[in-house]
């Protein structure tokens, strides 16, 4: 049996596909032949919608492509099968969360826009959307990329607490049931029908609700879910967007519901280690057996997304920081604050030159009367005098700068007296001591004397 979702072959008694875990469609399901079966469709709905394709099916509905006559518009019809349409219960049930899901009106949510029934067949019209689903992205890319991950989940938070909000759980959350419209936005599909088909006597039959690969342990065990068994798929969806695998896998899908119940996942570090350990994190977290360990809302998951380029932003200024700090400066690295990592990378430069005098910015940082007094003394004593010189010489020269320009005219004329002086006494040196010299000759040899 050909897979609808990844076009996998399967046993023909397979009731999932063994790649992707969608549901297979059932022998049982197909009402007549595919052309006989759009015929009769499109006469039921006497004119309304006239059917175009089909689109898909699962073991729950089947989708055609369609086109609304009186709105002029393309649409999506989804028809439930015709062994659903026996269950009295599950029909009523089906209406009345359809029209909740009616309800829903958020733009990463389909969005209902008539829900009825022709002859016996009971369907509902959403919009249409053509673009890929993220089953089948993750299936041609592997995986995705960081950015397109942190997207994703941004879209799917935001819709998903919607929805909780409004009481309403999707309880089949899986990459097949989101879709990319024609902006590239993600749209949640097939709210309403999940939380429809809980509970009624189709569940009691051993008709699996959900689908394995992406079911919580307490859905998986039967009992009682809430808003918190959608975190836990989503946690599967995030796994698989960033290592291109579900966590669980195995033979058949008793297996797989048992790895869910008992088994902790592989660390998505180990299948894909270049993905940041942040993301590692919130994907564990959400995949927590005991729902109390979980995230609580999916409000909690998107702040946790939107706190991380706030992380890495300021992760890639500290470690700017400490680039520019393991290449110090004397006159722009004197902080008051010590620098450990400057002060390391110093003492790591000395032990490597030795004959090269080291200056921290710890051993020249100006201290108080206080802090001075409970520092400890330095080891080495030329560092010391060699950091007090540096910061004296610094002093002298702010306070140099710091001088008025009134008291520098002062200084420069005090300056300039000074050399006229030393100019004087030199000519006189020059000229007076040779003339005192020969008049004392002159009188010690009576060539001049006095009468």
Known sequence: MKCPNCGSVNNDDARFCFRCGQSLPEKTQAIQSDEHEQEWVSKAFGGKYQIIRELG?????????AFDIMLDRKVAVKILPKQFAFDEEF???????AKIAAQLDHPNIVKIFDIGRQSEIHYFVMNYLPGDTLKRRIHEKGFLDLSEIKSTSLQMCKALQYAHNKGIIHRDLKPSNIMYDHHGNIVLMDFGIAYAAFGTKITSTGTQMGTPHYMSPEQASGEKVDHRADLYSLGIILYE???????????????????QIYEKPQNPAEIKPDNPSWLTRIILTCLEKDKELRYQSA????????LTGVVQVKEEKQIEESRIKDEPDVKDHIEPVVDKTVTSSKADANKTAPSVPSVTSEEIS??????????PVAKDEKKETYSKQALKEIDEEKQKEAVPDDKKEVVESKKAGNLALKIIVGLAIIFIIPIAFVIVY?????ILYFE
């Open 241 to 259: 967007m960033a290592t291109g695998q579900v966590p669980f896998q195995a033979d058949s899908s008793l297996a797989v519901l048992h790895k």
């Open 299 to 306: 409000d909690e998951i998107l702040n946790e997304f939107e």
């Open 91 to 97: 029909v009523k049930r089906f209406e009345k969360e």
């Open 366 to 375: 100006p201290l108080s009367t206080e802090d001075a007094s409970n520092k």
């Open 442 to 446: 002159a009188f010690a040899t009576g």
């Open 57 to 65: 099916r699962g073991g729950m509905a089947i989708v055609y492509e």
